[in-house]
């Protein structure tokens, strides 16, 4: 079992002396986040908000805190990646990559404020004066052309020149020719609404079999779409490539593995043209330069997913600013209530679809406790299969 080293000197962050966690209750879910302390007097934050288990994420974090944090030295994180996921077992699962991806950020957070230098300056460095964004999340609402239509205008208005959506409502498998011809409707009212220069790229959400993800991928062409996000179920990877091989536009895919090994297969079976590592669940900043680095080598494109809150997008603009093969970057920011930007203070802002350089100490972003108070967690449960889910029902 790999223990706390206490014989090196500390760095200058000093050493861990303390893990809490915390959790924000929105309308659309709810958002949690490690605070890792030092007996140096800083602080440092992550995201390790799961979309229905907070509470084990939570609780996890915490036991794994008094169990392979305390003591340890921050800027010492590959040691201390390894021996959360090794020391405790995780060999797989969300819960797990999660809190590993959460405290990695916090590390991150730490050194940085530690030296006084923006976080990505310890994870690459830049390769890109600004980081492009899409907006996902902004078609709350009925599902009907007129009203994906004026969203996507309205987003488009905001500033955003690329926008994902899930056209497919509760579809799961096959789609009867009524559901099919509904969500290529939609598509169409959306590409005629924001013109052909929008990017557009529609999310599959891993649903569909083969036949159906074929045929989709067919007609989907003619609105010209960035890419087709997860048209079929990972347990079908070795099917991926077959269907990549049909498609006129790029498939991409891999939010939902946490680490380099559960990418193998994707890897070596070419199963993707773009992949999509969560820097909230794939290991965090550690962990996702390694997942690039091996895209890159298979002629892949980076573009990581980012369902979670504005630290998410803050910590993940940091560690894509030094990836060659970043692409463009997820984010939700548009459609959380403002008094998320005041819990995670400091987050960096999308302004006209970019994010620019940062420039504060480690990420920047404090937790506002007072505002936790006033919005604890509702642990309620979304189901994105339920008919009407697009809606968001804030009731």
């Given at each position: 079992?790999?223990?706390?080293?206490?014989?090196?000197?500390?760095?200058?962050?000093?050493?861990?002396?303390?893990?809490?966690?915390?959790?924000?209750?929105?309308?659309?879910?709810?958002?949690?986040?490690?605070?890792?302390?030092?007996?140096?007097?800083?602080?440092g934050?992550?995201?390790?908000?799961?979309?229905?288990?907070?509470?084990e994420?939570?609780?996890?974090?915490?036991?794994?805190?008094?169990?392979h944090?305390?003591?340890?030295d921050?800027?010492?994180?590959?040691e201390?990646?390894?021996r959360?996921?090794?020391?405790?077992?995780?060999?797989?699962?969300?819960?797990?990559?999660?809190?590993?991806?959460?405290?990695?950020?916090?590390?991150?957070?730490?050194?940085?404020?530690?030296?006084?230098v923006?976080?990505?300056?310890?994870?690459?460095?830049?390769?890109?004066?600004?980081?492009?964004?899409?907006?996902?999340?902004?078609?709350?609402?009925?599902?009907?052309?007129?009203g994906?239509?004026?969203?996507?205008?309205e987003?488009?208005d905001?500033?955003?020149?690329?926008?994902?959506?899930?056209?497919?409502?509760?579809?799961?498998?096959?789609?009867?020719?009524?559901?099919?011809?509904?969500?290529?409707?939609?598509?169409?009212?959306?590409?005629?609404?924001?013109?052909?220069?929008?990017?557009?790229f529609?999310?599959?959400?891993?649903?569909?079999?083969?036949?159906?993800?074929?045929?989709?991928?067919?007609?989907?062409?003619?609105?010209d779409?960035?890419?087709?996000?997860?048209?079929?179920?990972?347990?079908?990877?070795?099917?991926?490539?077959?269907?990549?091989?049909?498609?006129?536009?790029?498939?991409?895919?891999?939010?939902?593995?946490?680490?380099?090994?559960?990418?193998?297969?994707?890897?070596?079976?070419?199963?993707?043209?773009?992949?999509?590592?969560?820097l909230?669940?794939?290991?965090?900043?550690?962990?996702?330069?390694?997942?690039?680095?091996?895209?890159?080598?298979?002629?892949?494109?980076?573009?990581?997913?980012?369902?979670?809150?504005?630290?998410?997008?803050?910590?993940?603009?940091?560690?894509?600013?030094?990836?060659?093969?970043?692409?463009?970057?997820?984010?939700?920011?548009?459609?959380?209530?403002?008094?998320?930007?005041?819990?995670?203070?400091?987050?960096?802002?999308?302004?006209?679809?970019?994010?620019?350089?940062?420039v504060a100490?480690?990420?920047?972003?404090?937790?506002?406790?007072?505002?936790?108070?006033?919005?604890?967690?509702?642990?309620?449960?979304?189901?994105?299969?339920?008919?009407g889910?697009?809606?968001?029902?804030?009731?």
């Amino acid at each position: 079992m790999l223990t706390v080293n206490r014989t090196r000197t500390a760095g200058a962050a000093g050493r861990i002396s303390k893990v809490e966690t915390l959790s924000l209750g929105t309308a659309w879910r709810d958002f949690s986040y490690v605070r890792v302390h030092t007996d140096a007097g800083l602080c440092g934050v992550g995201e390790i908000t799961h979309p229905f288990r907070g509470r084990e994420t939570c609780a996890l974090a915490e036991s794994m805190g008094q169990r392979h944090l305390l003591g340890a030295d921050p800027f010492d994180v590959e040691e201390i990646w390894l021996r959360m996921y090794q020391g405790d077992y995780l060999r797989g699962g969300d819960v797990g990559g999660i809190v590993v991806s959460g405290v990695d950020q916090a590390l991150y957070d730490l050194m940085g404020k530690a030296l006084g230098v923006p976080a990505y300056r310890l994870t690459g460095g830049a390769c890109r004066d600004t980081v492009p964004v899409y907006a996902n999340g902004w078609y709350t609402g009925d599902r009907t052309p007129e009203g994906f239509a004026a969203k996507a205008r309205e987003t488009v208005d905001r500033g955003y020149r690329a926008l994902k959506f899930d056209p497919f409502g509760a579809g799961l498998g096959s789609l009867s020719r009524a559901e099919r011809i509904t969500a290529l409707d939609l598509v169409a009212a959306v590409r005629e609404a924001v013109g052909p220069e929008v990017e557009l790229f529609v999310e599959g959400h891993a649903r569909f079999d083969f036949p159906t993800a074929a045929r989709l991928t067919a007609e989907l062409a003619e609105f010209d779409p960035g890419w087709f996000e997860e048209p079929l179920p990972w347990t079908h990877i070795e099917r991926y490539a077959e269907l990549r091989a049909r498609a006129a536009m790029p498939i991409s895919g891999g939010e939902h593995f946490h680490n380099r090994n559960e990418y193998k297969q994707l890897f070596a079976s070419n199963a993707v043209d773009i992949v999509q590592p969560d820097l909230s669940m794939a290991g965090g900043p550690t962990e996702v330069r390694k997942i690039a680095a091996l895209a890159e080598m298979h002629a892949m494109q980076v573009a990581p997913h980012n369902s979670n809150s504005p630290l998410c997008t803050t910590v993940s603009v940091h560690a894509v600013l030094g990836i060659p093969n970043f692409k463009i970057l997820e984010t939700f920011d548009g459609l959380v209530e403002d008094y998320v930007f005041d819990a995670v203070s400091g987050v960096l802002p999308v302004r006209d679809g970019f994010v620019g350089l940062p420039v504060a100490p480690g990420l920047g972003v404090e937790l506002v406790d007072e505002v936790f108070a006033e919005h604890p967690p509702s642990h309620r449960f979304w189901n994105m299969f339920a008919e009407g889910w697009e809606r968001r029902d804030r009731s």
